[in-house]
């Protein structure tokens, strides 16, 4: 569906349909869209944009957002193979942790692995400098949204930082 947001018609229903989805969502967790918040002020939050894939994937989720009204203000930090930030032994930035620590909120497209590259990958680095425990996926029905299953409301927790996620290889 993300690729054919440049269609005309198609961005258009898809457009309305992602304002209701971000709208439902937003409800859910206490988010407000730009038009339904009393502050028009943005919040900021970082733009890690990834590799391979990872930038179109990120940029078709930025413009969901910004066609909801939901009002952020990026900051954007790019990643290298080329280059490796020794504080962090990967391609992770400091620039971009501090981002993401003072910014509590991001968005990080998806970044290809290393394997046996004699560095960390993106998503190892995160876990471990970000102290981020768990991995947690709320799945949930919403109204309005008729899909295979009604009524659904469940959690996945996946913890991140022993056994094959600690990044001891």
């Not at 009204?69 to 954007?76: A, F, K, S």
């Amino acid at each position: 569906a993300m690729a054919t947001m440049g269609a005309t018609a198609k961005s258009g229903a898809l457009a309305l349909r992602s304002r209701g989805l971000v709208r439902a969502l937003g409800a859910r967790r206490g988010i407000a869209t730009a038009q339904e918040s009393s502050s028009s002020k943005p919040r900021v939050a970082t733009f890690l944009p990834g590799d391979g894939i990872g930038p179109e994937i990120a940029s078709a989720v930025k413009r969901v957002l910004d066609t909801a009204g939901v009002p952020i203000q990026w900051e954007e930090h790019r990643f290298s193979p080329e280059r490796i930030d020794p504080s962090t032994g990967s391609m992770v930035t400091r620039e971009a942790l501090d981002s993401l620590m003072a910014n509590k909120i991001g968005l990080k497209g998806p970044m290809a692995t290393p394997i046996g590259k004699g560095h960390r990958s993106l998503n190892l680095t995160l876990r471990k400098e970000l102290s981020l425990y768990a991995n947690v996926r709320p799945c949930f029905s919403i109204p309005g949204y008729k899909t295979k299953y009604d009524n659904v409301n469940l959690v996945t927790i996946r913890e991140n930082t022993e056994g094959e996620y600690s990044g001891l290889e």
